[in-house]
């Protein structure tokens, strides 16, 4: 198991933006976002390949932004205009080819992180 680990997070109020970061000890083609709300399924947020190609879920799509800096196996979110529904624990995930937004495929994942949105 290769470790990944999240930071950033935190509570925030909602239309606020805040930073994720996840630093993995290896190179991965792909490096995604999960998060998790009590009671709810996992849910793909962005996934972002080796060369920067990045695919969004709807629910986040023209709000967050992911990016990675394959030099330093690092995968980045910037989330704004924060809603109370993007509460949730977010994750950390990577996997080999191909770059797909289901939880299935990532067998390597990072502790999560939390993030709160208030009204």
């Known amino acids: 198991e290769v470790p990944l680990v999240e930071s950033g997070g935190g509570s925030v109020q909602a239309g606020e933006s805040l930073p994720l970061s996840c630093g993995a000890s290896?190179?991965?083609?792909?490096m995604a976002w999960f998060r998790q709300a009590p009671g709810k399924e996992r849910e793909g947020v962005a996934v972002v390949d080796i060369v920067g190609t990045v695919t969004y879920s709807d629910s986040v799509k023209g709000r967050f932004s992911a990016s990675r800096d394959s030099a330093k196996n690092s995968l980045y979110l910037k989330m704004s205009s924060l809603k109370p529904e993007d509460t949730a624990m977010y994750y950390c995930?990577?996997?080999?080819?191909?770059?797909?937004?289901?939880?299935?495929?990532?067998?390597?994942w990072g502790q999560g992180t939390q993030v709160t949105v208030s009204e």
């Open positions: 995930a990577a996997a080999s080819y191909p770059c797909i937004l289901s939880s299935d495929k990532y067998l390597n």
């Open positions: 290896m190179s991965w083609y792909c």
